[in-house]
């Protein structure tokens, strides 16, 4: 099992960024793909950005591409997100994913461990 803590969320005004971390801790982190998710209240758990455990296969939502960079960092067990160009309808509780296997899917269900989720609000 795999211990996963985010931080970096907050408000920020539209079209402002933010760089959102995610330490992880328990098992090998640089096998396995790990991801970030988001889920607005009254909608359901989705995908927003995975990356290999190598950093060579990256996926992002259609919706992000272009604002938002992952990477990782295997010798400090991290993962980040940096978002720019935010906006209003992508505030929502962020989440840090270890994927099952060391490639990226965009289900849910290809997720072993979640974190807690930290919260990203983008005023208009």
């Known amino acids: 099992q795999v211990q996963l803590v985010e931080s970096g969320g907050g408000l920020v005004q539209a079209g402002g960024s933010l760089r959102l971390s995610c330490a992880a801790s328990?098992?090998?982190?640089?096998?396995?793909?790990m991801g970030w998710f988001r889920q607005a209240p009254g909608k359901e758990r989705e995908f927003v950005a995975g990356?290999?455990?190598?950093?060579?296969?990256?996926d992002y939502a259609e919706s992000v591409k272009g604002r938002f960079t992952i990477s990782r960092d295997n010798a400090q067990n991290t993962v980040f997100l940096q978002m720019n160009s935010l906006k209003p309808e992508e505030t929502a509780v962020y989440y840090c994913?270890?994927?099952?296997?060391?490639?990226?899917?965009?289900?849910?269900?290809?997720?072993?461990?979640w974190g807690q989720g930290t919260q990203v609000t983008v005023s208009s």
């Open positions: 994913a270890s994927y099952i296997a060391s490639w990226v899917t965009r289900l849910t269900s290809s997720v072993g461990s």
């Open positions: 328990g098992r090998t982190f640089s096998r396995y793909a």
């Open positions: 990356i290999t455990w190598s950093g060579t296969g990256i």
